[in-house]
Each structure stands twice: as C-alpha cells, then as structure tokens.
C-alpha cells in the first residue's frame, strides 16, 4: 500500500544546531507540504511543493527551508534550531482534492 | 483573509449525536473537509464536500454545508469512544490551488 513516512518520529536537539525532517511518499504525488502544529493554533503551512525543484514559502516559513530533488521526498531543513521551533511537524502529500498526512515529527528544541 | 473557525470543545455522551460546527468567510471554497487526529497520530482523511452540494452522507458520518451562511458541520450518529479525537475542518479554495485553509480544531470529549 502507498504511504508516506516520517522520520524521526522524535527528535531532541539544541538550540543553535541544524536539523533537517524526512519526508518520504509513495503515493508518487507532485504536491508535498510541511505543516507545524501547536496548541491553539491548529495547522500551519511551512513550506510546500507542487513538483521537482519546485518550493514555496507557506506563511511560517522563517527558519525553515525545504528542497525537492525527487518525486518521493521532501526534506525539511531547521538552519539554526530556536525554541520557538519546539513543535510538532506533519508531512502531507496530495494529487486532486485529497491531501494525505504522515505520522508527524515530535521535535524539542532545548 | 481567509479564515477557518471551529470550536475548541465538543463533548456528548457515549450512543448520542455529536455535531461539530466549523464557519469559513471565503465564498470561493471549491471543497470542504473534515479530518480526524486521534492522540499521537497524524491527521486522516474522514470525507470532504464539494461546494455546490449541500449534503453528503457516509455512514454514521453526514457533512452539512450552508453556502449561503457559509457554515459546515460533522455529525457523527451514535457516537462511541473510538471517535474521541480532534476534528479539523479545512477548506480549498481557488486561488490557494492545492492548499488547504484548516480550523484549530475540534476536541471531541465522550461521556460515559
């Protein structure tokens, strides 16, 4: 069955380091997103991509950067990790009406 | 802008109803949607309305869209402990293209 992964699913760091979320679907999908998830404010897009070399900034963008060499993955970089950033990231993938969603990356940043 | 808003808190008694309410302001949704997220769990599709019907049902599931107020709810028939989760509505619109605009979220709190 087609799905699309995570990895980690936790993750520790510290403040200052660069981190980078795996993405990785096999739905074969052009579009991928990142989203971040916090209390109260629900789901907000990080970045997104709607084909290969293809990247676009989402209204929380700053901090993050995102490159896509394939179809399958969109990695989700963290240039310099601040804890502001301490949240929960999801992975989501779409072609037509239907968006799809990973398990998502529990990410503390101390 | 475009706006989603839901309710923070929804609780019902295990075997009732529960109906979650969500207003959006853009009169250019093309779909609307409904998804679960249970506790550690990344969000699932539940189902998803196209904005020029005005009901659709799937089970214990029936979506309701008020175009004209512009108004979508989820109503869950007989609602049992499994359904406890949180539950977000998102809409589509043109201009975003593949984007969704999402609510905050639903809690769905059951009774015994």
């Known amino acids: 069955d087609a799905e699309i992964t995570q990895s980690p699913r936790h993750k520790i760091t510290e403040t200052g380091r660069q981190v980078t979320l795996a993405c990785h679907q096999t739905?074969?999908?052009?579009?991928m997103f990142w989203y971040r998830q916090d209390l109260g404010h629900g789901l907000r897009l990080i970045h997104y991509?709607?084909?290969?070399?293809?990247?676009n900034k989402g209204e929380v963008s700053d901090g993050y950067s995102v490159s896509r060499s394939n179809t399958e993955d969109l990695p989700l970089t963290l240039e310099s990790a601040a804890s502001s950033q301490t949240s929960v990231y999801f992975c989501?993938?779409?072609?037509?009406?239907?968006?799809?969603f990973g398990p998502g990356t529990r990410l503390t940043v101390t | 802008g475009e706006d989603v808003e839901q309710s923070l808190f929804l609780s019902v008694r295990e075997g009732d109803s529960s109906v979650i309410n969500c207003t959006y302001t853009?009169?250019?949704?093309?779909?609307l949607y409904w998804y679960k997220q249970e506790p550690g769990a990344g969000l699932q599709l539940l189902t998803y309305?196209?904005?020029n019907m005005d009901m659709k049902q799937d089970q214990r599931l029936t979506v309701l869209l008020n175009k004209k107020d512009k108004h979508l709810s989820l109503r869950i028939a007989d609602t049992q402990t499994g359904d406890s989760a949180i539950y977000f509505c998102?809409?589509?619109?043109?201009?975003?293209?593949?984007?969704?605009?999402w609510g905050a979220g639903t809690k769905l709190i059951i009774k015994p």
């Open positions: 989501a993938s779409s072609e037509g009406n239907e968006q799809y």
């Open positions: 739905w074969n999908h052009n579009n």
């Open positions: 991509s709607y084909g290969v070399h293809d990247t």
């Open positions: 853009d009169s250019s949704s093309t779909y």
């Open positions: 309305i196209f904005s």
């Open positions: 998102a809409e589509k619109t043109r201009p975003s293209n593949y984007q969704l605009i």
